[in-house]
């Protein structure tokens, strides 16, 4: 499996970026497509996720801000960071889990190399 982000970035306080995510390595859509996120010196945490469906989940503090979207069945996803603050700086780390090879399923997750996003005047 393998995850290839692009996006990111420097971006002022009140602006938007957006970043890519494309998952290969499954001979279906992967379950989950998403991008977590961690500033320095704290845990990891979840900022948006999208099935193969199209069912989305958001981390709280992005709720309303941040849109991921997902071509049923396709295996690259998209995130629009909109209204973004300096409490948004941090590596986002682009997710898939769920895919099927030759017929076996596994459940990952596997992750991408992560890409810097800074907000600041």
């Known amino acids: 499996v393998q995850l290839q982000a692009s996006g990111g970035g420097p971006v002022q306080p009140g602006g938007s970026l957006s970043l890519s995510c494309a998952a290969s390595?499954?001979?279906?859509?992967?379950?989950?497509i998403g991008w977590y996120r961690q500033e320095k010196g704290k845990e990891r945490e979840v900022v948006a996720t999208i099935s193969r469906i199209g069912s989305r989940h958001y981390g709280d503090s992005v709720k309303g801000r941040f849109l991921i979207s997902r071509e049923i069945g396709e295996n690259t996803a998209f995130l629009q960071m909109n209204a973004l603050t300096p409490e948004d700086t941090a590596v986002y780390y682009c997710y898939a889990e769920g895919s099927t090879r030759d017929g076996t399923f596994y459940n990952g997750p596997w992750w991408g190399q992560g890409t810097q996003v800074t907000v600041s005047s």
């Open positions: 390595g499954s001979d279906s859509a992967f379950n989950f």
